[in-house]
Structures are given as structure tokens and as C-alpha cells.
């Protein structure tokens, strides 16, 4: 058979070389799997959703003749005695962005192979994952009973309500499913189904370590949007 | 052996890429119905948006009817016209085309022609026609709901579409509808992060992104662009979805209805225009980008010529692909925007007309000096140039704010978007189907039911939406059940309101003889062979027709040129397939 290598000169450099490994055979992207491709693009498909919402929210909070109910009364807690602005929410952001090291760091243990400690951070990861989650519950409640619906809140323009209650249960659906699957793979992890290369119930492909790290990339987005989510609902 | 040097670092694989991993259908149900094969999934696509699009070609007969011979019709109350109206528009965009380019062709053409095995998650490529299912189910559902299916329009604009005055907007309607659009976006992503990868990451060694069939490049184009288009008619449809179940306002403004002020307050229905265009416009070419990809790739091949400008095409494919996402507003000039904002996407809409027009140039000057084979195929995408350069002409008179302003919601709209979304890609389709329906099946569609089905679908296309041009001109405004006996428009237009419903009616039927044809021709169609065009690309080049699971046997095929080989001098035939070894001709267009 002829030689293929005769149809592939010799890489270029500079611009031209990042243009021609692009358009290369097999892969445009060369050490990228496919699982972490697809990851990467819907995580962008995603950030359109997300982009939406908080551009319909933005429209909607310029647009209202009615005031907004100012943030850093609606959002404080009472608490020992004095109303602390923006506390739970502070709480809130902390845990989460620090799931986001935690998870980081599970995803390097699981490419030294440490089972035990990947499944501890995945575990703990999935804990913090879980609180927010229940703060915002618990945020939820206390809003509901101080008479804010999706149809109207006793501050202000009614688009308060509705714009929250979807944007932030958008972004705790994400949560809430994002610790479901953390909770899938660390199971895995812990059977050693990626050393077994065991296949998934589903789709029946074998499993590997990456699945942590693709794992940690939604995880990681989901932190990342909740920052705008954060700047554009109470610090606006 | 075949050696690869590799490119960038020692990360090339292997020929066969570990994640290449099949699932092997072990009963009937895994090898038929519930199958992970992208081949299977993209006829259950096909079978599916085809059956449903015929219920979007009857909606338009009972349409036309009432247009035609107005009053005759008891059933066609002015209720019924609108939710046959908005019922055909939204399965003829979403459900047919959409469903039938990338689901459909997509899912076939794909792998085969990167040559890959399969796509690279064949079970997300599973479900997401599953879950396209259950949004066609939704849809007919809403059918049988009490009240009926929305009559809003395929806009969906609020406020009306979900007050009581719309069909179906106080009633299950309008909510099946928003359901069923949420689920074949989930399912569409599905799908579309497959189709996406695949080509991306996915293909056979040899095969560059500038070697890659135009087909896929439009398609591939047109997912991305979906990817990214969906999500805005996804948040649209939650927040409508709120609007009408909670009682939010996201879109609704202050207003009273039959004297009773309602709870709403404060939304603003604008935003829902911005949202439903940011996906609406890039819509369009999401169904025109695969168009055009395939009908340079039957031109070329029945023309027996090397695509012209296939660099060119390509990057014709892309721009216009990034500059949908620009012009969205162009749909919205008579709703109030600012005078800048009317400049402005005036003038990007215009600028989309360079590269458009650069590819049809290309196609002409193809076929120029080509060994042109009027073959059923060709037939079908010469009429597709045809038609697509008459609704991108009435397309430049609807981009230009002050011409627009009373050609809006006129017939004359009716008349330009189906010339060039409506017309023009189920041209595409029909001739894309004629030329791949041998390696689906083994069998070639029968010629003479072809040349009938060609010619009635051509010409009554024409007789249909021609004349509407001239309806519109006059100002028949559009979705209106019964002009009546308004005094400004002519009697002409009644005249032709009857010829043009005959037309449709005739066009109508004739596609049953297509429907018929692929039928008969599976059991009685001349025996095709793997490649009865003697085409270049992959998929005709596959050890069996139709092609095996897996597609390729045991080695996967290895690329050496570009798809477009036809006529090379000295080579012993008039194509060169792109496994082939053979002569380097030196049109290996871009970075190998
Ligand atoms: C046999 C072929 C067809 C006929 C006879 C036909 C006829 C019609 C008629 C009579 C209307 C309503 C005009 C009005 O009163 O406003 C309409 C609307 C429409 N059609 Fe078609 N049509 C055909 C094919 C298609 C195709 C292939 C598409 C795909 C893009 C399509 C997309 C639409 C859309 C988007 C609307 C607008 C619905 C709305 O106003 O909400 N049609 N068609
Ligand atoms: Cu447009």
C-alpha cells in the first residue's frame, strides 16, 4: 500500500501550524477524548441556556416601571440580634466554590490511581454540593414565607420572584443532578470499576479514570455560573 | 502497513481509536427498534419527521381549501385556520426539516462519510431520537386535547398566544406545544453533541477537516449553529411556560381582556420576539446550511466535475453560519425598535447575501462545461438553485427596513419563505433521498415514478408560490382565513386564490407517489450495486450495500483526496475514490 505520510508535509509553525493541527486528520483536537469534546460542547450549548435566562432577567429588571425590591434587605438573615446583610448567600458561595477545589482535587487523585482518597474528596464534593442545595431550600422557604411568589412579592416589581425562583432552581437542578452523578462515580471509583475497565450499565462502554475529570469540568461550570448568578441577583 | 506521521505530537491514534467500542445488538428489539446503530436511528429520524410532515401537508390542503373557495368549508371555522396554520408551520420548520436533515441525513451520512464506525455515543444518539418520539407524540396529542392545538401562529408570540382569545391558549394547546418544543430541544442535544464530535474527533485517518464532503461540513455547520440557536427558544418556551401554568410576567404586559383587567403586569413581549429570533433566524440555516452542503455534493457528482471553490464553499458555509446569529432582528422591524437597530441588521442581512451568493456562483460555475447526467438526483438540485436564488431575491426586498415595513405580514412573505425554506430544502431532500436511497436499501428508486414525481413537484411549487408573490404585492395580508370582499384587492386575486389551492392539492398528491415509489421500489427497484453514480466519497465505498454494522468491516477505510475527483486526466476512470490510493493529483485542498 502506498504511503500515507507522503499527503502530510511537514508541520508549519506559528499560526499556520495551529491551523494545520486543527484541520488534521482523525482529530481536530489531538489529545482530547471523546467524552471530554463532548463535555466541552455542551457545557458551551449550556452557557447559551444560562446566558439566556440571566439576559431575560436583566431585560426584564431594566425594562419594569415598578422598583426592585432592594437586594440587601430581601436577602439578610436575622441574626443574633441584627439583620446581616447577604450572609446566607456569602455561606452559600463559599461551599461552593470550595467544592470546586475539593472536586480539583479528586480529579488529580484520580490520575495518581488513589481510589480512596478520590472517593473521600468525590464524597465531600457531593456533601458541600448537597448544602448548598439545602441553603437554598432553606432560602427558598424563607422568602415563600415572607409572601414572595413567582407572581408577586410585597416589594416590588413582580418579575423579582419569577426571575429568581428560575434562575436559581435552574442552577440548583444543575447542583442537584451534578451531585447525583458525582455520587454514580465515585461508587464506581470505589468498586475499581475504571481499573477494571468494568462497562456501564447503560451504554455498555468500558469506564475509565476520565470520567472523573469530565465529571469536574460540570461541576466546575456549575460553580462558574452560580458567580453570575451571585453578581447579577444580589450584588445589582 | 499505512504509516501516519504524526502532526502535532505523538497523540495521533491508532487507525482504530480505542474509544471505538460498538455495542453489538444481541435480540431483535436491540437490532431494530431500541438500536444504538446510527443507520437504524436515522431511518427510525426519517420514517418519523417524514410521517409527521405529511400531517403538516394535509393542514396546508385544508388551508388552501378555505384559502381557495372560502366559506365552503364549514369545519375550517377562523379557530381551526389558525391552528392549522400554526400546526403546519411548526412541524414543516421544526419537526420535518429539522428533524429530517440532521436526525435523518445527519445520522446516515455522517459516520459514513468520515469514515467512522458509528457516531462516537451511538447511546445519547439513541435516545435522542426516542425522546424526538415522544415531542412528535406531544404534538399530536395537542390534536386531540380539549380545545384543540394552538392557533398562536408559529411565532408564539404573547400575549396572545396564551389568552383565550388564541385557540388553545386557555386551554392544553399552547402548553403540549411548549412541552413538546422543550423535549425535542433535549432530544435534539442529544444528537447534536453526537454529530458534532464525531466530526470532530471522530474520523478516519486521512480524512482532514479540508477533505471532509461538503454534506458534512453544512451539517456539521448547521448542528452547531443549533446547538447554540436552541437554547434561546428553550428559555423562551420555559419562561412562556411560567407565564401561562404560574402566572409570572415574564412577556406579559398589563392588559384587559373582554373588560376584565388581568393579573398580569410588566413583561415585556418584545423580549420574546428577541429570544424566538435569536433561534428563529439561525433556524433557517440550520435546514438551508445541510441543503446546501449536499446539493454541491450531487451536482459535482452528476456533473462529473471537481466542486468549484471548494475551499471557497467551505468558508462560505461558515461565515454564514456565524452571521445568523447577527441579523436576528430583521424579523422584528415593525415591532418597534430603535431606528439604529433597523441599520443595523439591515445591513448584516444584506451581508449575507455575499457569501450566499458565492455559493451559488460556485454551483454554476460547476456545472459549467460539466458531463451533466440529468439524472433524478441532478434534476432535483438544478431546481434547487433555481428556486434558491428566486427567494433570496424577494429575501433582499424583506431585509431593507423601509421596503419591508409593508411587505410585512403579507402573503408576499408567505411567497419568499417558502420559496427558500419551505421549497428549496425539500428540493434538497428529494434529490438527496433519489441519491442515496440505493446504498440504504440496495435498490434503485424508479426512474419514471421519479421523473413524474419531479416535474409536478417542480412546476406546481412554483405555480403555488409564484403567484402569492403577486397576492401579497397587492397587500393580501397573511394569516387571514377569509379576505372577503375588501374593497383594494382585485378580483384576480380570488382567481388566483382558486388556482393556486388546485396547484396544491395536485403538488399534494403527487408526493404519495413518492411515498409510493419508496415503497415499491425496496421490493421492485433495479438492483443498485454499491455505487451506481460512481461517486468519490466514503459511504459508496463500503465492503457491503446497504453498508454492515460497523460500516466499514474489519480495517476502517483510509483517506488519500478530497471528495471531489471526477474527471481527472489520466486517471483509468472518471472518479477517483477518496480510499484510493492511486495517483496524487494534487488537489489535496488544505493542510493535509
Ligand atoms: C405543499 C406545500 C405547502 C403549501 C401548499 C403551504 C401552504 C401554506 C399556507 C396556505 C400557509 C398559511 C398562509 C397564511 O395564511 O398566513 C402556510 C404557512 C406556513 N408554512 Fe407552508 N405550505 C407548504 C409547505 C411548507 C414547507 C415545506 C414549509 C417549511 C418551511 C412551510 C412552512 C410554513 C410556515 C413557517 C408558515 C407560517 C405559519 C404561520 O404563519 O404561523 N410550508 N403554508
Ligand atoms: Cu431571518
Known amino acids: 500500500m502506498a504511503d500515507i505520510a507522503q499527503t502530510a508535509p511537514d508541520r508549519p509553525d506559528g499560526l499556520k501550524g495551529i491551523a494545520a493541527d486543527w484541520a488534521s486528520d482523525q482529530r481536530a483536537f489531538k489529545s482530547v477524548s471523546w467524552g471530554k469534546a463532548m463535555m466541552w460542547i455542551f457545557l458551551l450549548s449550556d452557557t447559551f441556556v444560562f446566558g439566556c435566562f440571566l439576559l431575560s432577567y436583566m431585560t426584564a429588571r431594566m425594562s419594569t416601571t415598578v422598583s426592585w425590591p432592594n437586594s440587601s434587605e430581601v436577602f439578610a438573615l436575622h441574626m443574633f440580634g441584627a439583620d446581616i446583610p447577604l450572609i446566607l448567600i456569602a455561606i452559600m458561595t463559599f461551599v461552593l466554590i470550595s467544592s470546586s477545589g475539593t472536586m480539583a482535587m479528586a480529579v488529580n487523585f484520580a490520575y495518581r490511581r488513589n481510589r480512596r482518597m478520590t472517593v473521600i474528596l468525590m464524597l465531600f464534593t457531593a456533601l458541600m454540593g448537597a448544602t448548598f442545595v439545602g441553603m437554598q431550600a432553606f432560602e427558598w422557604t424563607k422568602l415563600i414565607q415572607e409572601g414572595v411568589r413567582p407572581w408577586g412579592n410585597p416589594w416590588g416589581a413582580a418579575q423579582?420572584?419569577?426571575?429568581?425562583?428560575?434562575?436559581?432552581?435552574?442552577?440548583?437542578?444543575?447542583?442537584?443532578?451534578?451531585?447525583?452523578?458525582?455520587?454514580?462515580?465515585?461508587?464506581?471509583?470505589?468498586?475499581?470499576?475504571?481499573?477494571?475497565?468494568?462497562?456501564?450499565?447503560?451504554?455498555?462502554?468500558?469506564?475509565?479514570y476520565e470520567h472523573v475529570e469530565i465529571m469536574g469540568l460540570y461541576w466546575h461550570f456549575v460553580d462558574l455560573v452560580w458567580v453570575f448568578i451571585f453578581a447579577f441577583f444580589y450584588l445589582w | 502497513m499505512v504509516e501516519v506521521t504524526p502532526h502535532a505530537n505523538n497523540a495521533v491514534p491508532?487507525?482504530?481509536?480505542?474509544?471505538?467500542?460498538?455495542?453489538?445488538?444481541?435480540?431483535?428489539?436491540?437490532?431494530?427498534?431500541?438500536?444504538?446503530?446510527?443507520?437504524?436511528?436515522?431511518?427510525?429520524?426519517?420514517?418519523?419527521?417524514?410521517?409527521?410532515?405529511?400531517?403538516?401537508?394535509?393542514l396546508s390542503w385544508l388551508?388552501?381549501?378555505?384559502?381557495?373557495?372560502?366559506?365552503?368549508?364549514?369545519?375550517?371555522?377562523?379557530?381551526?385556520?389558525?391552528?392549522?396554520?400554526?400546526?403546519?408551520?411548526?412541524?414543516m420548520v421544526i419537526y420535518l426539516l429539522t428533524a429530517l436533515f440532521l436526525g435523518g441525513f445527519g445520522n446516515y451520512l455522517i459516520p459514513l462519510m468520515v469514515g467512522a464506525r458509528d457516531m462516537v455515543f451511538p447511546y445519547a444518539n439513541m435516545l435522542s431520537y426516542w425522546i424526538y418520539l415522544l415531542a412528535v407524540l406531544v404534538l399530536i396529542a395537542s390534536f386531540f386535547a380539549p380545545g384543540g392545538p394552538t392557533g398562536a401562529g408559529w411565532t408564539l408570540y404573547p400575549p396572545q398566544a396564551i389568552l383565550s382569545g388564541t385557540p388553545g391558549g386557555q386551554a392544553w394547546g399552547i402548553v403540549l406545544m411548549l412541552v413538546s418544543l422543550i423535549l425535542f430541544i433535549i432530544g435534539f442535544t442529544m444528537g447534536g453533541l453526537n454529530y458534532v464530535v464525531t466530526v470532530l474527533q471522530g474520523r478516519a485517518r486521512g480524512m482532514t477537516l479540508m477533505r471532509m464532503p461538503l454534506t458534512v461540513w453544512g451539517i456539521f455547520t448547521a448542528t452547531v449553529m443549533a446547538l447554540l440557536a436552541f437554547p434561546a427558544l428553550f428559555v423562551a418556551c420555559v419562561m412562556m411556560l411560567f407565564d401561562r401554568l404560574l402566572g409570572t410576567s415574564f412577556f406579559m404586559p398589563a392588559l384587559v381582556e373582554l373588560g376584565q383587567q388581568l393579573e398580569y403586569g410588566g413583561g415585556s413581549p418584545i423580549l420574546f420576539q428577541h429570544l424566538f429570533w435569536f433561534f428563529g433566524h439561525p433556524e433557517v440555516y440550520i435546514v438551508a446550511l445541510p441543503a446546501f452542503g449536499i446539493v454541491s455534493d450531487l451536482i459535482s457528482t452528476h456533473a462529473r466535475k471537481n466542486i468549484f471553490g471548494y475551499r471557497m464553499m467551505v468558508w462560505a458555509i461558515v461565515i454564514i453560519g456565524a452571521l445568523s446569529f447577527v441579523v436576528w432582528a430583521h424579523h422584528m422591524y415593525v415591532s418597534g425598535m430603535h431606528p439604529w437597530f433597523g441599520f443595523f441588521f439591515a445591513t448584516t442581512t444584506l451581508i449575507i447575501a455575499v457569501p450566499t451568493a458565492l455559493k451559488v456562483y460556485n454551483w454554476v460555475l460547476t456545472l459549467w462545461r460539466g458531463d451533466i447526467h440529468l439524472t433524478l438526483p441532478m434534476l432535483f438540485a438544478l431546481a434547487f438553485i433555481v428556486t434558491f436564488v428566486n427567494g433570496g431575491l424577494t429575501g433582499l426586498f424583506l431585509g431593507n427596513v423601509v421596503v419591508d415595513v409593508p411587505l410585512s405580514d403579507t402573503m408576499f412573505v408567505v411567497a419568499h419563505f417558502h420559496m427558500v425554506m419551505g421549497v428549496a430544502p425539500i428540493l434538497v431532500i428529494f434529490g438527496a433521498i433519489?441519491?442515496?436511497?440505493?446504498?440504504?436499501?440496495?435498490?434503485?428508486?424508479?426512474?419514471?415514478?421519479?421523473?413524474?414525481?419531479?416535474?409536478?413537484?417542480?412546476?406546481?411549487?412554483?405555480?403555488?408560490?409564484?403567484?402569492?408573490?403577486?397576492?401579497?404585492?397587492?397587500?393580501?395580508?397573511?394569516?387571514?382565513?377569509?379576505?372577503?370582499?375588501t374593497s383594494f384587492i382585485p378580483d384576480s386575486v380570488h382567481t388566483l386564490n382558486a388556482f393556486i389551492t388546485v396547484a396544491a392539492l395536485v403538488v399534494g398528491f403527487a408526493q404519495l407517489v413518492f411515498l409510493f415509489n419508496l415503497f415499491w421500489s425496496l421490493k421492485f427497484g433495479r438492483d443498485a450495486g454499491g455505487n451506481p453514480w460512481r461517486a468519490t466519497s466514503l459511504e459508496w465505498q463500503t465492503p457491503t450495500t446497504p453498508p454492515p454494522h460497523g460500516n466499514w468491516g474489519d480495517t476502517l477505510p483510509v483517506v488519500y483526496r478530497w471528495a471531489y475527483d471526477y474527471s481527472v486526466p489520466g486517471a483509468p476512470e472518471d472518479f477517483i475514490a477518496q480510499n484510493d490510493p492511486g495517483p496524487q493529483t494534487g488537489h489535496v485542498a488544505g493542510p493535509a
Open chain 2, 63 to 91: 388551508m388552501r381549501l378555505q384559502l381557495g373557495f372560502p366559506g365552503t368549508f364549514d369545519f375550517i371555522t377562523p379557530e381551526a385556520y389558525y391552528q392549522f396554520i400554526t400546526m403546519h408551520g411548526m412541524i
Open chain 1, 160 to 208: 423579582f420572584g419569577s426571575s429568581f425562583f428560575m434562575i436559581t432552581g435552574f442552577h440548583g437542578t444543575h447542583v442537584t443532578i451534578g451531585v447525583i452523578f458525582l455520587l454514580i462515580v465515585a461508587r464506581k471509583v470505589w468498586r475499581g470499576d475504571y481499573d477494571r475497565g468494568q462497562r456501564g450499565f447503560f451504554t455498555s462502554r468500558r469506564g475509565d
Open chain 2, 14 to 58: 491508532a487507525a482504530e481509536v480505542a474509544d471505538v467500542e460498538l455495542y453489538h445488538p444481541k435480540s431483535w428489539w436491540t437490532t431494530y427498534v431500541f438500536s444504538q446503530d446510527a443507520k437504524v436511528i436515522a431511518i427510525q429520524y426519517s420514517g418519523t419527521a417524514i410521517a409527521i410532515g405529511m400531517v403538516a401537508l394535509v
Open chain 2, 434 to 485: 433519489y441519491h442515496w436511497y440505493p446504498k440504504i436499501t440496495g435498490r434503485m428508486l424508479n426512474e419514471a415514478m421519479g421523473q413524474f414525481h419531479f416535474w409536478v413537484t417542480f412546476l406546481g411549487a412554483y405555480a403555488i408560490f409564484f403567484p402569492m408573490h403577486y397576492v401579497g404585492l397587492v397587500g393580501v395580508p397573511r394569516r387571514y382565513p377569509d379576505i372577503g370582499g
